[in-house]
């Protein structure tokens, strides 16, 4: 075993990296939170990162709220046409109202938050559940909380508060198991999903805890029709869990104890934060060997990771595709908005392919290169021209501020502007036509309009 | 300078939000439309074209085609059966005795007539699933493993229409198929997904105005080219994103250029969903486009209650668009070029629910419809016995839908099915 992962010397540290490890560690940061990362160096700007802060970001922050009535004056949700029934209609439009009210309010935490809604982001993923089938916007709400109190801490208790979680109980069926016909799909998600990981037990196990949770049951649940609320205050006397949780407790530790455990969850955060190529054994289990040494509290890891050299590499800065999460929020951080415009996460959440809080499967989103075909790159193109529209309306625009840059050194603010939207190489620099157009930029719009262009990009996808 | 870079530099932003240099990217809303003077020009198809039309939730085949002879028929539905009185029923054909269809499709009785529909009894699968996302996948796959798979499992595989591109199309771009609503796994292939049509006629976002003037900004399509010719030391995961960009862009032009040639309009086609739907599908058909499969989307036959006023209505809708469809199609001598096929994830039970309507079952009719078609009746009409009802009160299927999909192959599209449709399924013979 490794005994270490090379840091990132000081002397090698730049303004990139900064530039980098905002994007990576959270959804980018305005030119200003940029410069303060820089300034403030790696390691502090790590600690910051760990207790779930922004770099730079102003102390205190003035929360937007969501105004109501952009929420009443939402367009028409598509794919409606195709639902004649209208009392169908009314009960789907209504749950996306509400589903679409929770992804809102969650992304404009993650504008306003950014390191601590990212490791949120990286649990919905991996213990994930869908509002399509919990149907609770109640329930989906205290599961993201509970992601939210985890945060960077312990993966262990994490484990073991969700399988008590309602939203992840009604997801998976948690309480239907019969004593007679145990439901071994729970279980088998405990194993692959949640903690071994695919391969690394025998079915012998599944029947084992198939066996434990049988019987857990949420107190009260009534038996729903489709498209009905689960109502939330039937929960909040539940004691139900009682007599089982100091069993189902230890049965998560003996998991824990395995020294297969750990690997999993440092695969994946290894493939959330840094790449998805292929990762080096060697530091899988180096990482999942300290996570196991601190007892289990995911801020060692992300730590490791942050301050690595490895993380900072040319294979893997730029060389990421955004989700589309990642790239709605890092845009409005990218032109300087504060609220998440309403039309712009509609037209992310339906047409990009990642619908908060109602991911694919049980294994989360598949990220990647999933994100990228025709249509959906499409719809980043055209979301880029709403995000034009954003950025006239709110915040300090980043054409303002980069072309006040411009008007004191047209060259160098050119290439900051650059290096802020792409996080790789752009061939298209070295078009005559690029080079005419950059010279030519002589107003705020001139600039605005460069952005626009610079946002679709083939380039504008990695971060 | 040159005249490119002075297009570039002129461009205001006023010009660029409005004209929508991005707004190239999504599809002409607007054909422009003008009311069709003179004669139809006929039209020569350069290949076969299927539309499919998806009826979504599950169809009640037995109140679609009504076994009116039968009585335990009207024993298991008491309320919501389609009186004998009021069924149109197929005549001529010996083996349609006892058979019609909803009041609501007069036009399907007709096409009877005129020996251009094929009704298939009892369609279904092995084991079927009531699921309508499972079923729906197992429908749209077409391998023969996909009942016992996850439905993670089939999604992340292919569909029977990808596997025709991969193997039959190659070297075409994703406008071999076409698709209204969420990308289909049928068009799924190895190299094709199909194309979303949705966006020709319906914004989903009123902020979106489109010029008339499609034509890419030139300035944008050097910086675009620039990227596509970038050398490969950039990483696996950006020239992946590189090709899709200019794939993305070779596709969309395509269907520009070819949109740019549609000109007239014609045939008075029903103001409903499946009427736009088929209507904007004609256009493409009429104009020569390269679009081997279509496939249009009806919602709501998730009946179950109040079905009789619901299924009514919605095969009203696919009555009227249909006729207004196939009127069109025959006008421009394409009738023996287009077949349409409908297909639904699942029929319902024979019982009626206590709620008047029907609750998720298995086997029931599919229609194929078109000039080429060998009309008649395939298999024997369900004889509701209980046998042929099973332990959920789903009727067994007697013909599996592979077999259909393989006779629209060999027949129809006339591509050998190898790889793509399993050999256990002998293809009906309904062309």
């Not at chain 1, 009210?101 to 809604?117: A, H, I, N, V």
């Not at chain 1, 309602?166 to 088998?188: G, T």
């Not at chain 1, 589309?324 to 300087?336: N, T």
């Not at chain 2, 499972?134 to 023969?144: N, R």
């Amino acid at each position: 075993m490794r005994a270490s992962i090379k840091t990132l010397p000081k002397a090698e540290w730049t303004r990139q990296h900064a530039a980098h490890l905002l994007k990576r560690a959270s959804f980018s940061g305005s030119k200003r939170e940029i410069d303060e990362c820089f300034h403030l160096g790696l390691n502090a700007s790590v600690n910051l990162i760990l207790e779930g802060r922004q770099p730079g970001a102003a102390s205190t922050t003035v929360k937007k709220r969501i105004d109501p009535q952009l929420l009443a004056k939402l367009p028409t949700l598509p794919n409606q046409e195709y639902v004649s029934d209208e009392g169908m209609k009314t009960a789907y439009q209504r749950h996306q109202q509400k589903l679409f009210t929770l992804q809102l309010q969650w992304l404009q935490r993650m504008l306003d938050s950014g390191p601590l809604e990212k490791i949120v982001l990286f649990w919905h993923g991996m213990l994930t559940s869908s509002y399509n089938k919990v149907l609770s916007a109640g329930f989906m709400m205290r599961q993201n909380q509970l992601f939210r109190e985890t945060a960077f801490g312990d993966y262990r208790e994490l484990v073991k508060r969700i399988l008590l979680d309602p939203a992840m109980v009604v997801y998976l069926d948690i309480d239907k198991n019969k004593r007679r016909q145990p439901n071994e799909n729970f279980a088998r998600e405990l194993l692959e999903m949640f903690t071994l990981g695919e391969g690394n037990y025998q079915s012998a196990l599944i029947k084992k805890i198939a066996r434990e949770i049988v019987g857990l049951r949420l107190k009260r649940r009534e038996d729903k029709l489709p498209y009905e609320e689960i109502d939330l205050k039937g929960m909040e006397d539940n004691t139900g869990f009682s007599d089982q949780e100091k069993r189902l407790s230890k049965l998560i530790d003996s998991l824990f104890d395995l020294p297969v455990c750990g690997e999993l969850l440092v695969r994946r955060l290894w493939k959330f934060y840094v790449s998805e190529d292929q990762v080096d054994e060697d530091r899988v289990k180096f990482l999942a060997y300290e996570l196991r040494k601190s007892g289990w509290e995911i801020s060692v890891v992300l730590k490791q990771i942050f301050l690595s050299k490895v993380f900072f590499d040319t294979s893997v800065m730029g060389q990421q595709i955004k989700s589309p999460v990642q790239y709605l929020v890092q845009a409005h951080k990218e032109v300087g908005a504060l609220t998440i415009d309403p039309q712009a996460a509609l037209y992310t959440m339906q047409k990009l392919g990642q619908s908060l809080f109602n991911p694919p499967n049980v294994s989360g989103w598949s990220a990647g290169m999933t994100w990228i075909n025709g249509t959906t790159l499409s719809a980043r193109y055209e979301l880029s021209k709403i995000m034009g529209r954003v950025m006239q309306q709110q915040g300090t625009p980043a054409s303002k501020v980069f072309y006040e840059l411009m008007k004191k050194n047209h060259d160098q603010g050119l290439l900051i502007m650059l290096d802020h939207f792409i996080a790789t190489s752009l061939p298209a620099v070295k078009s005559e036509l690029f080079v005419a157009m950059a010279k030519r930029v002589k107003s705020e719009e001139h600039v605005e309009i460069f952005i626009l262009y610079l946002m679709c990009m083939p380039e504008y996808q990695m971060c | 300078m040159s005249r490119e870079n002075e297009i570039a530099l002129s461009l205001a932003r006023r010009e660029f939000m409005k004209t929508g240099l991005l707004a190239s990217f999504s599809l002409p809303t607007l054909l422009n439309y003008s009311a069709l003077a003179g004669p139809i020009p006929k039209v020569t198809a350069k290949h076969k074209t299927l539309v499919i039309i998806q009826l979504d939730g599950g169809n009640d085949g037995l109140n679609t085609v009504v076994p009116w002879g039968n009585s335990r028929y009207y024993r298991a539905r008491e309320n919501i059966a389609i009186k004998e009185a009021d069924v149109l029923k197929f005549t001529g054909v010996r083996a349609a005795e006892g058979l019609g269809v909803h009041p609501q499709m007069e036009y399907f009785t007709e096409l009877f007539q005129e020996g251009k529909l094929a009704v298939i009894n009892n369609v279904g699968y092995a084991q079927p699933n009531r699921s309508h996302f499972k079923s729906g996948a197992i429908w749209e796959s077409g391998l023969d493993g996909a009942v016992m798979a996850s439905e993670d499992q089939i999604r992340n595989s292919s569909g029977w229409l990808g596997r025709y591109f991969d193997k039959h199309c190659g070297g075409e771009s994703n406008l071999v198929g076409a698709y209204y609503g969420d990308s289909p796994l049928a068009m799924r292939g190895q190299a094709f997904t199909g194309t979303s049509i949705s966006d020709l006629q319906s914004q989903p976002f009123g902020f979106m105005k489109l010029g008339e003037d499609m034509a890419l900004h030139p300035a944008f399509r050097k910086m675009q080219e620039a990227a596509k010719n970038a050398e490969e030391s950039s990483g696996e995961k950006l020239s992946f994103v590189r090709n899709i960009a200019a794939e993305t862009q070779t596709s969309t032009d395509q269907m520009r250029k070819f949109l740019a040639d549609v000109k007239q309009r014609g045939g008075d086609f029903p103001r409903t969903g499946l009427g736009k739907q088929l209507g904007m599908i004609s256009e493409l058909i009429i104009n020569g486009g390269d679009t081997r499969v279509y496939q249009a989307r009806i919602g709501g036959f998730d009946t179950h209650s109040g079905q009789a006023a619901k299924h009514a209505k919605l095969w009203k809708e696919i009555n009227d668009a249909l006729r207004a469809f196939m009127g069109r199609i025959k006008s421009t001598g394409l009738e023996n070029d287009v077949a349409v096929m409908t297909y639904s994830e699942f029929g319902r039970q024979l019982k009626e629910n206590g709620t008047g309507g029907t609750d998720h079952g298995a086997a029931a009719p599919m229609f194929i419809i078109g000039g080429g078609v060998k009309g008649a009746i395939y298999g024997k009409p369900p004889t509701l016995k209980g046998d042929q009802v099973n332990n959920y009160g789903g009727l067994a299927y007697e013909i599996d839908f592979r077999s259909v999909y393989k006779s629209i192959l060999e027949q129809y599209l006339k591509v050998e099915t190898l790889g793509i449709i399993s050999d256990k399924h002998p293809a009906l013979k309904l062309f």
